[in-house]
């Protein structure tokens, strides 16, 4: 089956430890995205990657790191320099902008709920 | 980019049709209108989007007004399984546009047997 996988499902770390979440992807796309959510709110974007060996920051990077090695994988490091790192964190991939700059629908794994205490 | 308002819940009985509606009074003309939800505690769900005209999937259909300053997502049979956060969102077509959504609070639609 063609998707985007995340885990684990739930991860537990004390504070002061870096921590990677997983995400992997079967469905070719060149795109992918790291997302935060924060009970009650919508999502807020972390890092982006339009394109194998390249990312950009999102609007709330501090804290994260994010590699680009393989087009299928895109892990995160939550780092001990996030001072509130507990969160559910959801990964998305989609094609390309491209040129045009179109935006395509982006499809999400089923999200790793991160607690540090 | 485009802000969207939407109510932040609603109630509709099972086997009716939920009509949720979207607000985005500031969209330009190149930009779609994009339909995600969420059920609670998964990943957010691509349900559809459209730019000009009205939309139609196997999962509902989106209405947008000739103005494209607001529109509706129609679930035409609701069932419980559609209780979920439901987001409306504008995303950009143009050479500078990332691809990144921006999620706004949504809009909480209870399913009532």
């Known amino acids: 089956d063609g998707g985007i996988t995340q885990s684990p499902k739930y991860l537990f770390r004390k504070e002061g430890q870096n921590v990677t979440l997983s995400c992997e992807q079967n469905?070719?796309?060149?795109?992918m995205y790291w997302y935060r959510q924060d009970p009650g709110q919508g999502l807020r974007l972390i890092y982006y990657?339009?394109?194998?060996?390249?990312?950009q920051k999102g609007d709330i990077a501090e804290g994260y790191s994010v590699s680009r090695e393989k087009k299928e994988s895109f892990p995160l490091t939550v780092t001990s320099a996030q001072k509130n790192p507990t969160a559910f964190y959801l990964c998305?991939?989609?094609?390309?902008?491209?040129?045009?700059?179109?935006?395509?629908?982006?499809?999400f794994g089923p999200g790793t709920r991160l607690t540090v205490t | 980019d485009a802000k969207t308002t939407q109510p932040p819940s609603m109630d509709c009985a099972e086997g009716r049709a939920a009509n949720l509606p979207c607000n985005h009074s500031?969209?330009?003309?190149?930009?779609?209108v994009y339909w995600y939800r969420q059920i609670h505690s998964q990943g957010p769900q691509y349900i559809i989007h459209?730019?000009?005209n009205n939309e139609t999937n196997e999962m509902a259909s989106l209405i947008i007004t000739e103005d494209r300053k607001s529109s509706t997502l129609i679930l035409p049979h609701a069932t419980l399984r559609d209780t979920a956060v439901y987001y409306c969102?504008?995303?950009?077509?143009?050479?500078?546009?990332?691809?990144?959504?921006?999620f706004g609070q949504g809009t909480t639609l209870q399913v009532k047997p």
């Open positions: 500031t969209i330009s003309g190149n930009e779609y």
């Open positions: 969102i504008v995303s950009q077509t143009n050479s500078g546009n990332t691809g990144k959504l921006i």
């Open positions: 459209g730019l000009k």
């Open positions: 469905l070719n796309h060149d795109a």
């Open positions: 998305a991939s989609s094609k390309a902008s491209g040129n045009l700059g179109r935006s395509y629908e982006q499809y």
């Open positions: 990657s339009q394109i194998v060996n390249d990312f």
